[in-house]
């Protein structure tokens, strides 16, 4: 008898191969730097919030490459990076997340290129809220690198989850929390 990997049966599976400990150890630090990310999107957002003070000390120190724009653009490929080099298997529901969480961070912050999507949805009294828009847009983004992990989901999962169902929860809060907040 041989010591194989062929299955002895023609039905049956051949045994996955063992990840090694060096891909797990990379897969984790890009996991890690991925989370990270997010700390990039701290000055705009205090800047949305009324305390621009980190955002003016970045923007001061580095020029243009310190503008919320910068940061933004930062951040997707810091997270591209966590997405390539990580543990995630599929690129669609990605780079679909990233273009809707994008259009959801124009909305909510000082991006100068998209200010027409700005005005144009200040003009809807539902989506005139930056604070939602920039959590739908961070949750858009949490929502794609988990699906990027699901094999089996297909790219109507993807629309679903990231486009229909975030953009309806926009419009629900929109509508039904600005008065259970008093704004």
């Not at 991925?34 to 957002?45: C, E, K, S």
């Not at 653009?73 to 599929?90: E, H, K, N, P």
């Amino acid at each position: 008898m041989s010591d194989t990997t062929t299955p002895q049966n023609p039905g049956q599976k051949a045994p996955a191969k063992q990840k090694t400990s060096s891909t797990n150890v990379r897969q984790k630090i890009f996991n890690v730097i991925g989370w990270l990310a997010f700390l990039l999107l701290l000055p705009p957002v205090l800047a949305m919030l009324g305390m621009p003070a980190l955002q003016e000390l970045i923007e001061q120190n580095l020029g243009a490459w310190g503008s919320s724009l910068a940061l933004v653009i930062y951040f997707y490929a810091i997270l591209f990076l966590r997405v390539f080099f990580g543990s995630d298997q599929r690129y669609t529901p990605v780079l679909l997340g990233y273009a809707v969480s994008f259009l959801y961070f124009s909305n909510s912050l000082d991006i100068s290129f998209m200010a027409w999507l700005r005005e144009l949805t200040a003009q809807v009294s539902f989506l005139s809220y930056p604070y939602m828009s920039f959590i739908a847009g961070v949750v858009v983004v949490l929502l794609s690198n988990a699906l990027s992990g699901w094999r089996k989901a297909t790219w109507v999962v993807d629309v679903l989850l990231l486009v229909l169902l975030p953009a309806a929860a926009l419009v629900a809060a929109g509508i039904f929390l600005p008065g259970l907040l008093g704004l």
